[in-house]
């Protein structure tokens, strides 16, 4: 089991680059159908916004070798036929300076957290590095 993520006297989860999820790891984001927006060729695709911070501050993802070494399909927590999934290497997104750690709900102990996303700038270069493991519906 990793090391536990740390936290606040309150238990809330501090930003944190977890030294167990590795830079040549991957973490899988969630995109759904209000991700997408029209494209140049008048279809559609996944907006830069499908990058943007959650009301607790980070990213939410999940930390795909955890799922693997756990037997879990990386699409394992992407229930719904209509929703997507991108994937985003750790070390890439480190080097512009974010933070990848460990964030685990209840629902889902492979949960983590990206922080430090503030700008649309930001969120354009996490989109540009993005690998489509499968497409939301209505995406082409």
């Known amino acids: 089991m990793p090391a536990g993520p740390p936290r606040d006297a309150e238990q809330n989860i501090i930003p944190h680059n977890h ?3 590795l830079d040549e790891s991957y973490v899988i984001r969630h995109t759904v159908p209000n991700d997408l927006v029209p494209n140049e060729t008048g279809g ?3 907006s830069s916004g499908a990058y943007s911070r959650s009301d607790d501050g980070g990213m939410s993802v ?5 799922m ?11 229930k719904d036929p ?11 997104l480190r080097q512009m300076g974010l933070m990848v750690g460990w964030d685990p709900k209840a629902e889902n ?24 493991v499968r497409k ?3 995406e082409d």
Do not use: Q
């Open 19 to 21: 030294s167990d999820i």
């Open 44 to 46: 559609k695709r996944v």
């Open 62 to 66: 999940d930390i795909e070798d955890w």
């Open 68 to 78: 693997i070494r756990d037997g879990l399909n990386p699409l394992h927590y992407v």
């Open 82 to 92: 209509a929703h997507g999934a991108t994937r985003l290497r750790v070390g890439d």
């Open 109 to 132: 102990p492979h949960h983590g957290s990206v922080w430090g996303i503030g700008h649309s700038k930001a969120r354009k270069r996490i989109a540009r590095i993005a690998i489509t």
């Open 136 to 138: 939301v519906l209505g």
